[in-house]
C-alpha cells in the first residue's frame, strides 16, 4: 500500500461579473470570504502581496477588466489561504487548506470538505461552477507516472461520502512532473461542481503548486484558468438545457403554420400570432449564435489551456477529454437545433406572405374617393412610438427617453398615453390597458428603488443572499407593468437594468440590456430596438452620448438604514 505523506485541499470558485444574477453571485462570494475568516480563522492578509484582505462592499469598486488580484487573506501561519482574482468577466476565489502541523489522520479529507461544505451550502448555487482538489503527496512515483487505478483506489478510500463513478479509477491521467489527475465523477455533463483527484511525487510539490495554486504570485494559476473555462462552457450547457426555448417554440411555428394551411385565408388571427412567432425565433435564433459562440471560445480556450486542440478531444480518458468532448458535442446541437428552428421561421414566412397574398390579391386597385368626401386626416405612424415603464427615479427616466429621442423614436409622454384612452379622467390601469398594445415596442426601465427582505418565516437553507436580504428592487409597479408587457408584447419588449437590484424570476433569459457607466449600452438598446420593429434613424452621431446615465444615483444605490425611529 502507498504511504500518504501529507493531504492539502484547494478549491477554485467562478461567478460572473456581468447580467442579472452578478450581484447575488458577488453576494455569495462575499459570505463565502466571511466564512473563510470565522470558520477557518483567515484573518490577516497575505504578506509581500500588497493586496487588502477585505473585500470591497460594492462590486463596482472592483477592477473593470483584464485579469488582476483583487484581495488575499490567510491564517497566520499561512497554511491556509484565500485569493480572489478578477479574469475579465468572471471572479475566481482560490482558497488552499492544509494541516497546521503533520497529520497522521487520513480522515483529514473529510474534515476539511465538511467544513467547506458548510461554508458554501448556501452560497453555491449563485455561482457558475466550483471545482474541489484533493491533493495528495503519495509515496508512489511508478504509479504516478501511469495514473494507475490501484493508486486512485487507494486515494479514493479517503475521500468524502460523495458519490464515486466506478470508471473513475480507470479515467486518470499522467499530468507530467511527477502529478496524476483523477476526476472522481464524469456526469451529469451539466454538474456544478466537479472533484478532482491530485496524485504528487514526494519531489513534485513545486510543480503541483505552481499548476494548481500559485507560482510565487498572485496570478491565476493553469489548471485554475482552464476549469474557469470548463465551468464557463457547462453554464452553457445549464441555461441551453433549462431554457428548452428553441424545441418548444420550432413545434409552435410547425403547428401553427399546419393550421393556417389548412384553414387558409379565414384566420387573421392565426396569422398574426404566426407571424408573431416567427419574430419569437429571430430573437431566440440571435441568442442561439451568441450562445454557440460563447461555447466555441470556451472550446477553444480549454484546448489552449490544456494543452490539447479544440474541440475535438486529443486523449481518450481523463477530464480534459471529456470537457473536449462536451464541447464538441454541445457545439453539433447548438448547430442542430439553430437549423431546425430556422428551417421551421423561414416556412413560417412563406406560409404568413402566402396568407397575406391571399387576402389582398394583387393587382387590385384601390377604391376611389369621391371628390366631395373630405380627405381624412393622416394615420399616425405607431411604429415610433415606445412605452415607457418606470418608477420613481425621474432622473433615469429623462436620461431613457432622451436617449429614445435621440435615436428618432416617440417614448410616450403621460398626455399621450390618456388621450389614447379617449377619457378625460382614466384610471391608471386603463391608461395601461388602452395604451400599451398600442405601442410598437415597451421599455420597462427596472431601477433599484425599494429596499425589500423575505420573511424569516419563509426562508429555505438553499436561498441565496437576495432572499435574505435586504437587498434593493424595482417598484411594485414596474414589476407588475412588466408582467403585462410580457403578456402583450413578448417579442417587443426590452427590460433595462439598471444597478444591483433582486433578480425577478423568469427574467434571467429575457431580452434585457445593462445600463453602464460606459457607452456601450447604447448601442445594444438600439439593436434590440430596431429588431422588435422600430424604425431607427438617429439624426447624427450623437445618440451614443444622449442620456445622461453616467451621473445616474442608480447605478450606485445600496440599501441603507434609515436611522432611528
Given amino acids: 500500500m502507498s504511504e500518504v505523506l501529507d493531504q492539502q485541499f484547494v478549491v477554485h470558485l467562478y461567478a460572473p461579473t456581468d447580467g442579472p444574477g452578478s450581484g447575488a453571485a458577488y453576494r455569495a462570494l462575499t459570505g463565502i470570504w466571511r466564512g473563510c475568516r470565522l470558520l477557518l480563522h483567515m484573518t490577516e492578509p497575505v504578506p509581500g502581496t500588497g493586496l487588502p484582505h477585505v473585500l470591497p462592499g460594492d462590486p463596482g469598486a472592483l477592477p ?143 510543480a503541483a503548486s505552481a499548476w494548481v495554486w500559485s507560482r510565487g504570485d498572485t496570478a491565476i494559476p493553469p489548471l485554475a484558468r482552464y476549469l474557469l473555462h470548463a465551468a464557463k462552457l457547462r453554464y452553457q450547457l445549464r441555461v441551453w438545457q433549462r431554457d428548452g426555448q428553441a424545441r418548444r417554440l420550432k413545434a409552435a411555428l410547425d403547428t401553427l403554420g399546419d393550421e393556417l394551411v389548412r384553414l387558409g385565408a379565414a384566420e387573421p388571427v392565426l396569422a398574426e400570432l404566426l407571424r408573431l412567432r416567427r419574430l419569437d425565433a429571430r430573437f431566440l435564433l440571435a441568442d442561439l449564435r451568441e450562445m454557440r459562440r460563447s461555447v466555441e471560445i470556451a472550446a477553444a480556450n480549454l484546448g489552449r489551456a490544456s494543452g490539447h486542440p479544440a474541440p475535438g478531444p486529443a486523449t481518450t480518458r481523463g477530464p480534459f477529454a471529456d470537457d473536449a468532448a462536451l464541447a464538441h458535442r454541445f457545439l453539433e446541437r447548438l448547430d442542430d437545433e439553430t437549423a431546425y428552428l430556422t428551417i421551421s421561421a423561414d ?31 393622416p394615420v399616425r405612424d405607431r411604429t415610433r412610438d ?48 388602452h395604451a400599451m398594445p398600442l405601442a410598437q415596442a415597451v421599455v420597462v426601465l427596472m431601477t433599484p428603488e425599494d429596499v425589500v427582505r423575505l420573511h424569516p418565516d419563509l426562508r429555505d437553507p438553499h436561498d441565496d443572499g437576495a432572499e435574505n436580504g435586504p437587498v434593493m428592487q424595482a417598484r411594485p409597479n414596474v414589476l407588475l407593468e412588466l408582467g403585462m408587457a410580457l403578456a402583450v408584447h413578448p417579442d417587443r419588449t426590452l427590460i433595462l ?21 460606459d457607452s456601450g449600452f447604447r448601442e445594444k438598446i438600439a439593436n434590440r430596438l430596431r429588431l422588435a420593429g422600430c424604425p431607427i434613424a438617429p439624426a447624427g452621431p450623437g445618440w451614443r452620448s444622449a442620456g445622461d446615465f453616467s451621473a445616474l444615483e442608480a447605478l450606485r444605490r445600496v440599501p441603507r438604514g434609515d436611522g432611528p425611529a
Avoid at 468524502?160 to 483523477?182: E, F, K, Q, V
Avoid at 432622473?395 to 409622454?413: N, Q, S, T
Fill in 497 to 517: 437594468l439598471a444597478g444591483d437590484q433582486r433578480p425577478v424570476t423568469d427574467v434571467g433569459g429575457r431580452n434585457y440590456v445593462r445600463i453602464r457607466r
Fill in 64 to 206: 473593470q477588466d483584464g485579469e488582476t488580484a483583487v484581495a488575499a487573506q490567510e491564517r497566520p501561519g499561512a497554511d491556509c489561504q484565500a485569493v480572489l482574482r478578477r479574469h475579465h468577466d468572471l471572479l475566481n476565489l482560490s482558497v488552499a487548506l492544509a494541516p497546521s502541523e503533520a497529520h497522521g489522520d487520513e480522515t483529514w479529507w473529510r474534515t476539511l470538505d465538511g467544513q467547506w461544505e458548510a461554508i458554501t451550502a448556501e452560497h453555491a448555487p449563485a455561482l457558475l461552477g466550483e471545482a474541489r482538489l484533493f491533493l495528495a503527496r503519495v509515496d508512489a512515483e511508478d504509479r504516478i507516472r501511469t495514473a494507475a487505478p490501484s493508486l486512485y483506489r487507494r486515494l479514493g478510500s479517503l475521500l468524502p461520502d460523495t458519490a464515486h463513478d466506478p470508471d473513475a479509477p480507470d479515467r486518470g491521467i499522467p499530468a507530467g512532473d511527477g502529478l496524476a489527475l483523477w476526476e472522481t465523477m464524469a456526469q451529469p455533463d451539466e454538474r456544478l461542481v466537479r472533484r478532482f483527484v491530485l496524485a504528487i511525487a514526494p519531489d513534485a510539490d513545486p
Fill in 347 to 377: 416556412r413560417a414566412e412563406i406560409v404568413v406572405d402566402l396568407d397575406q397574398a391571399g387576402r389582398t390579391p394583387p393587382g387590385r386597385p384601390a377604391e376611389p374617393v369621391p371628390a366631395t368626401e373630405p380627405t381624412p386626416p
Fill in 386 to 433: 415606445v412605452f415607457v415603464v418606470h418608477g420613481r427615479d425621474e432622473a433615469a427616466r429623462v436620461a431613457v427617453f432622451e436617449l429614445l429621442r435621440a435615436l428618432g423614436l416617440r417614448p410616450l409622454e403621460w398626455e399621450d398615453l390618456v388621450a389614447m384612452t379617449g377619457k378625460p379622467s382614466p384610471f391608471l390601469g386603463e391608461v395601461i390597458a
